[in-house]
């Protein structure tokens, strides 16, 4: 069974950078559709970006794009994400999914898209 861990959270000032690092255990993590989301006191949980099972494909948030990058290290089995010029709003608990299913979803900011979640991390961005 493949196992998530996030890191990387932190309190930053705004226009600050951080990078998440999401590490995969169990299974080599390009057999999944993979995702970050991120989830504020009181709303939603919300899609920032997503990256499709064997292939590069990598989808962005409208609210993120042009700010957050995502990638991978396959050697070492770890999902990132490159936050910069964060911004107040970014504050969030951050969570790396899995999802089982090969292709595209129908909708890759639904998170029942995914199947395994780790624990997250915490983001804090001061103005």
């Known amino acids: 069974q493949v196992q998530l861990v996030e890191s990387g959270g932190d309190s930053v000032q705004a226009g600050g950078s951080l990078r998440l690092s999401c590490l995969v255990s169990?299974?080599?993590?390009?057999?999944?559709?993979l995702a970050w989301f991120r989830q504020s006191p009181g709303k939603e949980r919300e899609g920032v970006g997503f990256?499709?099972?064997?292939?590069?494909?990598?989808e962005y948030a409208d609210s993120v794009k042009g700010r957050f990058t995502i990638s991978g290290d396959n050697a070492k089995n770890t999902l990132y994400l490159q936050m910069s010029n964060l911004k107040p709003e970014d504050t969030a608990m951050y969570y790396c999914?899995?999802?089982?299913?090969?292709?595209?979803?129908?909708?890759?900011?639904?998170?029942?898209?995914?199947?395994?979640w780790g624990q997250g991390t915490q983001v804090t961005v001061s103005s």
């Open positions: 990256v499709a099972d064997r292939i590069d494909s990598v």
């Open positions: 169990g299974q080599n993590y390009r057999r999944y559709r």
């Open positions: 999914a899995a999802g089982e299913k090969t292709g595209w979803p129908v909708r890759w900011s639904d998170e029942y898209e995914y199947d395994y």
